[in-house]
Structure formats: structure tokens, C-alpha cells
T-cell receptor, first 114, second 112 residues
Framework: DVKVTQSSRYLVKRTGEKVFLECVQDMDHENMFWYRQDPGLGLRLIYFSYDVKMKEKGDIPEGYSVSREKKERFSLILESASTNQTSMYLC?????????????FGAGSRLTVL | GENVEQHPSTLSVQEGDSAVIKCTYSDSASNYFPWYKQELGKRPQLIIDIRSNVGEKKDQRIAVTLNKTAKHFSLHITETQPEDSAVYFCAASTGGSYIPTFGRGTSLIVHP
């Protein structure tokens, strides 16, 4: 089974703090994703990465950055957390290429910004 | 970019009834349509998918239909059971990268 592990299930941070959300997958997947999940808004793509050191903006990248220094790890960074970034963050991964379509999600990181 | 609309946002049915969730997409180049189920407190997981060269696909009690002309696709669950209660997300994606755009989700509640 592919495992996607998000290091923090619950975080509470203060406005203005720098926040790191870490995601590790163990199946050598090329593609990794960060989604934000809010009630009634579904899963919105923040950033994705095709491979190591590659990153692409998704639909809502403002206020976020990412880092992919190693193939198995994809980090989401909130440079200066704000209350409107309180949300559930989901990491996902999949193989690259035709036929490699299924996303495997992590368990999520619920971030509260006070 | 792609835009996926999903309806209804909430669906309440009695156990044994059928449930239908509908999605529309905007990009005619989309060619892959997965459905994910997210149970309360758990991660989304793929339950069924369909490609644009197929009109219908079934897997036991669930089926998905695709109308490329109208750009809509639907999830059908028959003989619903309480364990079908979850949030269901449709998605659409294009090309070789298959980066999905998700709908807003449907909360399905199956009453015993």
C-alpha cells in the first residue's frame, strides 16, 4: 500500500507565525500535491510538483509556498500565517504518466490560526 | 482552466434507496473522471473512475455514467447502506498529467 504521511494532524499557530506542513510518501511517486479542504468549497489545489525541485501553482497559491528537495517529501510553507488560512490541508501523491491517475491522500493536517 | 460543478451539496436517502450525484465540467479536453469518497475523519479514497472513451462503468452497487456531448457525468449508488454515508467528490482532468480539478463535494446521508 502506498502511504502518504503528514507529520502533524493538528496544529495551532498564531497570526504571523511561519508554518511548515510536511508530507512524505514511500512509493517513489513523481507527482505530489497540496490541497486545502473547507466545508462547501471542496478540495482546492494550492501547489503541485511534477518531480524533485519542480513546483507549479494551483488554483489558490497566494500566501503559500512549497519545497520539494527530495522525491519523497513535499513541504507546504505559510510564510506569515493568517486567520483565513485556518483549514484542513491534504497532501496527495501519484505516479507520473498515462494511466497513473489515482491520487493517494494523506490523513490531513488541521491548522488553526489564532 | 477546468471548472467542475457538483450537485446536490447534500443528499439524504433512506437505506435501500438509490442515490445520484451529478457533475458538469467545462473543458471539453477533459478525459478522465474519478470519484472519491471521504468518510468522516478519514482521507479521500478513489471508488470508481471513467475515461472519456467509455459511456458507463459499474462496480457492484456503484456506477458512473458520462455524457461527453453535454459535459456531465454522474455517480449512481443503488441499494444504499448506512456505510455509504460520506462526502463524495467528483473530479475532471486532462492530458497526460491528469491533475484533477474537484467539485465541491456532496454529503450523502443514508438513514437506517
Amino acid at each position: 500500500d502506498v502511504k502518504v504521511t503528514q507529520s502533524s494532524r493538528y496544529l495551532v499557530k498564531r497570526t504571523g507565525e511561519k508554518v511548515f506542513l510536511e508530507c512524505v510518501q514511500d512509493m517513489d511517486h513523481e507527482n505530489m500535491f497540496w490541497y486545502r479542504q473547507d466545508p462547501g468549497l471542496g478540495l482546492r489545489l494550492i501547489y503541485f510538483s511534477y518531480d524533485v525541485k519542480m513546483k507549479e501553482k494551483g488554483d489558490i497559491p497566494e500566501g503559500y509556498s512549497v519545497s520539494r528537495e527530495k522525491k519523497e517529501r513535499f513541504s507546504l510553507i505559510l510564510e506569515s500565517a493568517s486567520t483565513n488560512q485556518t483549514s484542513m490541508y491534504l497532501c496527495a501523491s501519484k505516479r507520473q504518466g498515462t494511466g497513473a491517475n489515482v491520487l493517494t491522500f494523506g490523513a490531513g493536517s488541521r491548522l488553526t490560526v489564532l | 482552466g477546468e471548472n467542475v460543478e457538483q450537485h446536490p451539496s447534500t443528499l439524504s436517502v433512506q437505506e435501500g434507496d438509490s442515490a445520484v450525484i451529478k457533475c458538469t465540467y467545462s473543458d471539453s479536453a477533459s478525459n478522465y473522471f474519478p470519484w472519491y469518497k471521504q468518510e468522516l475523519g478519514k482521507r479521500p479514497q478513489l471508488i470508481i473512475d471513467i475515461r472519456s472513451n467509455v459511456g458507463e462503468k459499474k462496480d457492484q452497487r456503484i456506477a458512473v455514467t458520462l455524457n461527453k456531448t453535454a459535459k456531465h457525468f454522474s455517480l449512481h449508488i443503488t441499494e444504499t447502506q448506512p456505510e455509504d454515508s460520506a462526502v463524495y467528490f467528483c473530479a475532471a482532468s486532462t492530458g497526460g498529467s491528469y491533475i484533477p480539478t474537484f467539485g465541491r463535494g456532496t454529503s450523502l446521508i443514508v438513514h437506517p
